[in-house]
């Protein structure tokens, strides 16, 4: 009976000491956000305020929302969230520079030869890291570029512009060689060839003197994702030497969005595991390799896979739909204090 006091006592110490996950750990962790919701939805934003510190923007640094049209950007949106960063102390992640995806319609629709796509990735680079410049920490340059097999994805850049990771690279380090620069994708587990055409990048542009720092690891997983396969990409990212950021985490329990799916304790305690096994095997990187976490997105409610690919059961992340601690948030935080 006495041991029980006194060990839940010492919980209760421990918690109230440090009752916050960024306080748990001792690299930086932190979400996307959407500037709307840390505008409109207080519970949101305190838990951006008090669980973090390191946010990421969500879509508001991409193609499509900063370089609306070709003689325009927008960076309202981003600088707000630059704003917020900056008045409570936190560190800015850039997402992203260069991607297949959210793409403005007047680059889908550009002509022009080889030296003037240059010239309009060019520009959108250096434009957008200038503007920057000094307040983000560091850049996801080029996002998602390889398929699967390990080949080049087929996209506007890899059509256009011969060698155009490297040059992204390049252009970025020219407008602020004070950022640390990614190269980030997704999907590398029990993807061998997708993970060694990242690592022949790697080799590559280091050979070449392409000033590249980090790799982003964007880290959507499953609840059955293999620990081993996991464990397998972090070993061999540890291995470039360059500092490693789980860039997008969130851990699905219902990939196959079926719609009587019921999320039970059995599966949210998996899921739990799960958060454990990616931060403890995160801790064990050396700590100058410690870009830090961000979850994608902050509450199961606003998961973009709710979102973006209509799977209205998904319960991917620590917050619950109203924005409450979820049971894996204090198994998380209790096993990371063990820890520390
Ligand atoms: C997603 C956003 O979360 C969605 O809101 C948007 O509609 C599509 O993009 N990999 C990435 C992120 O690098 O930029 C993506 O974000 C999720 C997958």
Not at 11 to 27: D, R
Not at 47 to 72: F, Q, V, Y
Not at 154 to 164: E, G, K, T, V
Request: charged share 25%.
């Amino acid at each position: 009976m006495k041991l029980i006091t006194i060990l839940l006592g010492l919980s209760y110490c421990l918690s109230a000491q440090k009752p916050h996950l960024k306080e748990a750990v001792k690299f930086p962790l932190g979400s996307s956000v959407n500037p709307r919701l840390l505008n409109e939805n207080e519970a949101y934003r305190n838990i951006a305020t008090t669980e973090w510190t390191s946010l990421t923007a969500e879509n508001h640094m991409k193609m499509m929302l900063i370089h609306p049209a070709a003689d325009r950007f927008d960076f309202s949106k981003g600088d707000e969230i630059v704003n917020f960063a900056t008045a409570s102390g936190k560190r800015m992640h850039g997402h992203t520079l260069v991607w297949h995806n959210q793409v403005p319609q007047w680059m889908k629709d550009f002509q022009g030869d080889q030296k003037a796509w240059e010239s309009l990735l060019k520009s959108h680079i250096q434009t957008v890291v200038s503007h920057y410049k000094g307040k983000i920490a560091g850049w996801d340059v080029v996002n998602e570029s390889f398929l699967d097999d390990g080949s080049l994805r087929p996209s506007l850049w890899a059509d256009h512009i011969p060698d155009y990771i490297a040059k992204s690279f390049q252009w970025a380090h020219e407008s602020d060689p004070g950022a640390i620069l990614f190269y980030n994708d997704y999907g590398q587990d029990g993807k061998p060839k997708k993970m060694q055409a990242i690592l022949d990048l790697v080799a590559d542009l280091k050979r070449r003197g392409i000033p590249i720092h980090g790799l982003g690891l964007q880290m959507h997983i499953n609840v059955d994702s293999k620990r081993n396969e996991l464990q397998e990409v972090l070993d061999k990212s540890i291995k470039t030497g360059l500092k490693i950021h789980l860039s997008e985490l969130d851990i699905a329990v219902n990939p196959k969005n079926n719609p009587d799916f019921i999320y039970e304790e059995k599966v949210a305690s998996a899921q739990a595991e799960q958060f454990n096994f990616v931060f403890k095997s995160y801790m064990k990187i050396p700590a100058a390799q410690q870009y830090g976490i961000t979850f994608w997105n902050i509450s199961d409610k606003d998961s973009w896979l709710r979102g973006y690919f209509k799977r209205p059961k998904e319960y991917p992340l620590l917050f619950d739909d109203k924005y409450a601690k979820k049971p894996a948030y204090t198994t998380l935080i209790n096993s990371l204090h063990t820890l520390n």
